[in-house]
């Protein structure tokens, strides 16, 4: 516990040498990990992996047996009366389920992208910094150290951007791989919904056996 205050207060202090722009940095730290958990959770509440195809063909046979999320969402569309209410129904759980996600991943992209142009920017200050040492001072001590002020805070606001931007990069391909999965979960779930309700139009006689 000892050994843990010390390494603390050097990480402020390497962190405080960055100057303004490593606020910057942080707040899109957050932002990029609060997105990112956020989607990641609510994918995983979905309960889609869980769940195997022969349990949504049973389900949409009879969706009062439906369990879960899944079945939630069966019981939704399934008391449509004809082709029309199930797209209309299913456009509905899409812009419910899909749009937000879609929304998240085009934030938590953004704040990626930016994280890099963050740390440039962190560079761009600190080189200005040293030029403005360099061209007040008058090389003593205090010069000195007003040089190696800026360019310490360029060289730790560009390696804190990308060390910000390598994980979210990787993080994000993973929620956008998941969250296309999902996608091509709910047009699967559409296409035997729609095969479940065309037997039971054909059944009652309101389409003929040939359509």
């Known amino acids: 516990m000892q050994e843990t ?6 990480a402020i202090d390497i962190w405080a040498t960055g100057g303004w722009g490593m606020i910057a940095l942080a707040v899109d730290a957050v932002l990029i990990f ?5 989607i990641f959770f609510r994918m995983r509440g979905r309960g889609y992996h ?3 195809k022969k349990h949504w063909i049973k389900w949409a046979k009879n969706p009062v047996t439906g369990k879960g999320p899944i079945g939630k969402m069966i019981r939704f569309v399934m008391v449509a009366r004809n082709f029309e209410e ?4 299913f456009g ?15 934030v938590m ?3 990626v992208s930016v994280a890099p142009l963050l740390g440039l920017l962190g560079t761009v200050t600190g080189m200005l910094a040293t030029f403005a040492a360099l061209a007040t001072g008058s090389g003593g001590d205090k010069t000195m150290e007003l040089v190696a002020s800026g360019i310490s805070e360029a060289l730790i606001t560009t390696e804190t951007g990308l060390i910000v931007a390598l994980p979210g990069i990787l993080f994000q391909y993973k929620l956008a791989r998941e969250h296309q999965q999902y996608k091509s979960f709910l047009a699967q779930l559409q296409t035997i919904c729609y095969q479940r309700l065309y037997k039971e139009l054909r059944k009652a006689g309101e389409i003929e056996s040939g359509e």
């Open 50 to 52: 869980e769940v195997q």
């Open 86 to 89: 199930l797209r209309i129904f």
């Open 109 to 111: 992209r953004t704040c």
């Open 5 to 10: 205050v010390p390494i603390w207060n050097q």
């Open 92 to 106: 509905e759980l899409k812009q419910t389920q899909v749009a937000p996600l879609n929304r998240d991943l085009k």
């Open 34 to 38: 609060y997105f990112g958990f956020s």
